[in-house]
């Protein structure tokens, strides 16, 4: 998302500690707001991990979580920052060349 989430884990989350449970609720930030979240542990131990974004709102923030400095827990997506993603050119926009 815009603000760097994934997973419905959003940044400041407690469930970027959880460190036992794979699965936890989560309050998301706009309708609907109860939701379940895998956490980080999942993320961690995939074998693979895709991610899917798109549109021109996402491009600062993807750029953020690809090559910004590691800040999971203001970009959570950065949990995600190894694995596959799948950018639309307004997304990628803001990455420049390399």
């Given amino acids: 998302g815009p603000d760097g989430h994934t997973a419905s ?3 400041r989350s407690p469930a ?10 989560a ?3 706009v309708p609907p707001v109860h939701r379940l979240t895998i956490t980080p542990v999942v993320i961690a131990s995939a074998r693979r991990v895709a991610v899917l ?9 993807v750029a953020q979580v690809l090559r910004g400095p590691w800040r999971p827990e203001e970009l959570p997506a950065q949990l995600a920052r190894e694995g596959t993603w799948i950018v639309d050119r307004a997304a990628a926009s803001a990455l420049g060349a390399g």
């Fill in 9 to 11: 884990l959003f940044p």
């Fill in 16 to 25: 970027l500690r959880e460190t036992a449970r794979k699965v936890v609720p």
């Fill in 27 to 29: 309050q998301g930030p």
């Fill in 53 to 61: 974004t798109a549109g021109a709102a996402k491009a600062p923030v």
